[in-house]
């Protein structure tokens, strides 16, 4: 089956950086998506990587392996808003979206 | 101010209730999506639909219909559920991709969500 694994919740501080882990099984690869969302509120897109290697716009990041099956979204200089939940999905053969159950990040002051 | 409109925003309704879920965008977007989000679980795909045709529709209760009279407007009409339907409802809509009709994208819009209660 297919399958996207991340960590159910995170913390960190802010002004810190934090790494969130995605890996994946599925069949085929046609993309990776990392997406946001704060609570009550709608998912919003974040980054696409379909290459190996690291993406980088303004604070956030995302890294891709796809010979590991292993992306993460990195998130420098944390700022309160940065709480939400981060969700991975990846793109299979058949062009389906395949979600992670999201990440849930606390930052602390 | 989101491009995909959803009301309403939170619902309560009975097991024996009629109710529909309305979605809308102006994005010129030709594919609108249905998707259940529950708590910890991956998004659920429930319907697609393209140029107003449905393409997917994955397993479905059929006390879920969903309708789409146009590319701007998705409807889901909801009769007899469960208290396990309980969820938020998030209607999407995206670009086609150039391969046509089954390749979509993948940036999604989201809307804001449907909170809907069953008692």
């Known amino acids: 089956g297919q399958n996207i694994d991340q960590p159910t919740e995170m913390t960190a501080t802010e002004g810190a950086i934090v790494q969130i882990n995605c890996t994946y099984q599925t069949s085929g690869f046609n993309g990776l998506f990392w997406y946001q969302q704060h609570a009550g509120e709608a998912p919003t897109f974040l980054s696409y990587?379909?290459l190996d290697g690291l993406e980088e716009k303004g604070r956030f990041s995302s890294f891709l392996s796809r010979s590991k099956g292993y992306s993460y979204l990195l998130l420098k200089e944390l700022q309160m808003k940065d709480s939400a939940s981060y969700l991975c999905?990846?793109?299979?053969?058949?062009?389906?979206?395949?979600w992670g159950a999201g990440t849930k990040l606390i930052i602390k002051p | 101010e989101t491009g995909v409109t959803q009301t309403p925003r939170h619902l309560v309704m009975g097991m024996t209730n009629k109710k529909s879920l309305k979605c809308e965008q102006h994005l010129g977007h030709n594919a609108m999506y249905w998707y259940k989000q529950s708590a910890k679980k991956p998004l659920e795909l429930m319907f697609v639909y393209n140029f107003k045709e449905q393409t997917e529709n994955n397993s479905v209760p059929s006390r879920f219909s969903p309708e789409c009279p146009n590319s701007s407007h998705l409807f889901l009409h909801l009769h007899t559920l469960q208290p396990e339907d309980s969820a938020l409802y998030l209607c999407?809509?995206?670009?086609?991709?150039?391969?046509?009709?089954?390749?979509?994208?993948?940036?999604?819009?989201f809307g804001e969500g449907s909170r809907l209660t069953v008692l």
């Open positions: 990587n379909v």
């Open positions: 999407a809509s995206s670009p086609l991709g150039a391969k046509g009709a089954t390749e979509h994208t993948g940036e999604l819009f």
């Open positions: 999905a990846v793109k299979d053969s058949n062009y389906q979206l395949i």
